[in-house]
């Protein structure tokens, strides 16, 4: 309906009482220090989004009346994996070291994508049943949405807001998303015996 409705693509969404867990994840994880297993390589891009940035500029255009389909993700540049590992590991002030494994070696030993591994979708390999990578899954264009006005808070405010937030949820709470430690240990373990 072309002129009448406003459609809002938005990725991956983001911020404090995230009951997926893919975010919590990470800072709890990398929170906890030691050798942490990290997806691909670091300079992989992805997007996410602040749901309160979201929400704000959804409300903004509402009021506007402004319709269209727009792609709401984020950040207004090339986010990269590594970076908000890194991020995580600042602002939980933690003694981390990420080692960085392979797609092939993630592949080959059954690492679930995006559920078992969070924000991990792989470059080259298609995901079980696929025929083609996802490639453009976390490189969708946002400058109509930021030509209308669509901001992101810094990444270091969000993640801050996160772990504040995962800092008061009880140890025993159900996890959505994330790998155990065993799980993680053991693959830690192979690949050093792969590479070394």
């Known amino acids: 309906m072309p002129g009448k409705v406003l459609s809002i693509r938005a990725g991956q969404i983001v911020g404090p009482y995230d009951y997926t867990d893919r ?23 992805i997007q996410i989004i602040d749901a309160r940035d979201l929400a704000q500029w959804i409300i903004q255009m509402m009021e506007k009346g402004v319709t269209g389909t727009y792609n709401a ?9 590594g970076q908000i590992l890194e991020g995580c590991k600042k602002v939980t ?13 993630l592949n080959d030993n059954k690492v679930e994508p995006w559920g078992e591994m969070p924000l991990w979708i792989p470059e080259e390999f298609p995901l079980p049943g ?24 810094p990444l ?13 949820r009880p140890e025993s709470a ?9 799980h993680e240990s053991d693959l830690l373990g192979l690949w050093n015996q792969t590479i070394g």
Request: no cysteine; net charge positive.
């Open 130 to 153: 696929g025929k083609e990578p996802l490639n453009g899954f976390l490189a969708v264009d946002n400058d109509k949405a930021i030509n209308n006005g669509l901001t992101f808070r």
């Open 23 to 45: 975010m919590p994840y990470w800072l709890k994880r990398i929170a906890e220090g030691g050798e942490v297993l990290a997806p691909g390589r670091p300079g992989r891009p």
């Open 73 to 81: 993700v984020g950040p207004e540049y090339t986010l990269t994996m």
């Open 156 to 168: 270091s405010d969000t993640l801050e807001d996160i772990w504040n937030w995962e800092k008061g």
């Open 174 to 182: 159900d996890r959505k998303a994330g790998m155990h430690r065993q």
């Open 93 to 105: 002030r933690s003694n981390a070291a990420f080692t960085w494994v392979s797609e092939k070696f």
